[in-house]
């Protein structure tokens, strides 16, 4: 068994041999992915177990998220633990390529990419039609500040989903913890909504979701502002540094997520942009308070921006947890 000081510093070798290859690679859909057998694993139980009474569907929603989430950290442990059995390199291999698996740093940089281009060539039906792809709302009608409201909206909060929370995660536990959180952030995908379906047998799922990313978020929030200094400094954008923590500690809170109005927050105080408002579900409106101010009209170069905004968070967030980790090893090793 590998001691602790020694697994820190590995770990954080191997966190970032998967960025690259997720930078590198990204998803790609001819390769097995874990978050699809989660995924289906997860609808076969809820077919099963989300019927009868609300307090049964409550019980059995509970088990639901018990089993996924502590079944996919076992299954990938052992997994793990049978290769580096068979070879220690091989279980590394595995490691890292499961890690990568939980991060979406080039697929979530695509998709506002796929929204800006036609977006900024005035292409509103296919800039909205890619805006479909990744968001619930209702896309069609937006227009060019509706659409970029969307995608910045979309890059900010996944920020987090995609990519701080699964580096949190992965760095504390490995691959094994970091896919114990994509099981996390699946279930609230799939069955963590208020509705007359969900609202009981997804309770456990939606309220796990908030726990596990409550501090993510809010790391991701402070990685932001301090990408948003040195982008600033440097010159590549002329973003709107000051008082912008403050200003997202007080808005942030107004988000009907407890976490999801950190990321948000913290871009619409930097771009000098208005998030949030009201967004169309089936044609039924949803009014959601507003964040930051109007400053500046939202418009495509406002994606760009964001994408750079989450491209600077998450490279702090491993610079900070690099320092850490070293001064740790260092510390007690």
Known sequence: MMPFSDYLPAILVWVTVAIVIDLIVGDPRSLPHPVVVIGRGISALEKRWNQGTAKRRWRLGFLLT????????????????LLTALHPWLGVAAEIWLLATTLAIKGLAEAGRAIA????????????????????????????????????????????????APLFFALIGGAPLALAYKAVNTLDSM????NARYNDFGYASAKLDDVANWLPARLTALCLWFAGLLLRVSGILQLRWRGALRDTCREAPRHPSPNAGWPEAMVARLLG?????????HGEASHRATLGEPLEALRVAHIDATIRLMHGGWVLFMVLSAVLIVGWSLLWG
């Open 66 to 81: 018990a089993v996924i989430v502590l079944g996919t950290f076992s299954v990938s442990w052992l997994v793990l633990a």
């Open 117 to 164: 281009v036609p977006l900024a060539k005035g292409d509103l039906p296919a800039a909205r039609q890619a805006l479909g792809m990744i968001v619930g709302r209702d896309t069609q009608g937006l227009d060019e500040a509706e659409i970029t409201r969307g995608a910045v909206e979309t890059v900010a909060e996944n920020t987090v989903d995609g990519i701080t």
């Open 191 to 194: 069955v963590g909504y208020r």
């Open 273 to 281: 942009v208005q998030l949030g408002g009201t967004n169309f579900y």
